[in-house]
């Protein structure tokens, strides 16, 4: 066997790690400077793979984002623990095909045993099945199929065999405020992304139980609820224990997003955000975010676990069950797919339960480090209360006498020089009308310093706007 592109993989890799912390974080070449770059005919023969390797890496190195790195505060990305790095190599290497116990008995048992100890870590019931996916988006998918399925069920439509087409009308409801992937899930699953009754939210994005009760109370039949754990502008938390309660009274699924704020569950100091969340039906979170586990893994849960494989399990004249084994197709969308255990397997024992609680703890305490740094400076306007890992700016011009108009543009501007600077990288989003920057703290290299420094160029950023702005 050829060692040297492995080899030569693992040391770029490791060039790549030891010096992301000084690397600028946003990419530093142009669109049209890496097409030139990476375009180009397909040659006839082959190249050496070595060659291959060294002269991809290369080329896409100005176009990588620094997200491994401690400041990276984009969207909720989280980095890669070594231990789920090195588990993920591994993965590669061994290639198993995780669809089935037959073609990857390592893979089936580990996902047997991680499905366990998360399910005791986050607090869910332990009779739940586990189904390891690409991401929270198919996570969503996959429970709300679930919930489909059982809906449905109940009152005699078997939504497997016959379709939606002629089946009874499920009503979806959702809080104003869920992510854009869980209507992209609902689109999946033909229940429509307009057909639903959205639930009008507080000032932190958090569903209105009230609102909910009324809702419920004004319908009836089939009925699926999706609420949030962690909104992905300011952390807040949909009230789930009374949402619970209510979806309980009625006997409607009750399906919770919770791409990165589920792991609240695990710290003993943040449990309280959750409080009933295990009377929850399905529930969907990421471990390529905030547990720090490579792309692409996402997990589900779901509490009956007849309803998941219901809705997920590929039936075929070869696949056969051995014995007492946990068959991993039973629980996915895809079949053949990648041995997703392995890293999350590596992270959780590398960061054991105490580890896990800390990073939920640690990054929560950063993000309120980061909002009190900027609220310090005049100017800033915090938006959210940090409950979790989320802070929600925006930047006010000094003679904008609260012209809203002119805050957005201001705003819009110190995002812009803020990523073109490359101290840290941080997007810009649109919250309740207003333009605002997004910071979300979720990468386990990240510490003081990096806030400290990130804080001190995003205040430059908007006083060196302010200026521009003055001189214009
Ligand atoms: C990130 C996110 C998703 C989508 O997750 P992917 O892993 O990107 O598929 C869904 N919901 C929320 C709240 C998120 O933050």
Redesign the pocket.
Known sequence: MDERPLRLAAELSIDYLGGVRDRPVGATSSLDELRNALSGTLQDEGEAPDVVVETLARLVDPGLVASAGPRFFGF?IGGSLPAALAADWLTSAWDQNAGLYLSSAAAAVVEETVSTWLLDLLGLPASASVGFV?????A?FTGLAAGRHEVLRKIGWDVETRGLIDAPAVTVIVGEEA?A??FAALQYLGLGRDRVIRIPTDGQGRMRPDELRAALAAGSGPTIVCA?A?N?HTGAFDPIGEIGRATRDRGAWLHV?G??GLWAAASPELRHLVDGIERADSWAT?A??WLNVPYDS?LVFVAEPAAHRAAMTIGAPYLTTEGAAREPYDWTPEFSRRARGFAIYAALRSLGRRGVAELVERCSLLALRMAERLAEAPGVELLNDVVLNQVLVRFLPADAAGDPGAIDAFTHEVIGRVQADGTCWLGGTTWQGMTAMRISISNWSTEDVDIDRSAEAIIRASREAAATVRAG
């Open positions: 909720v690409t991401g929270a988006t198919m969503n992510h992937t869980l949030q962690g992905v997003d791409a990165f990421d390529h975010k996402g």
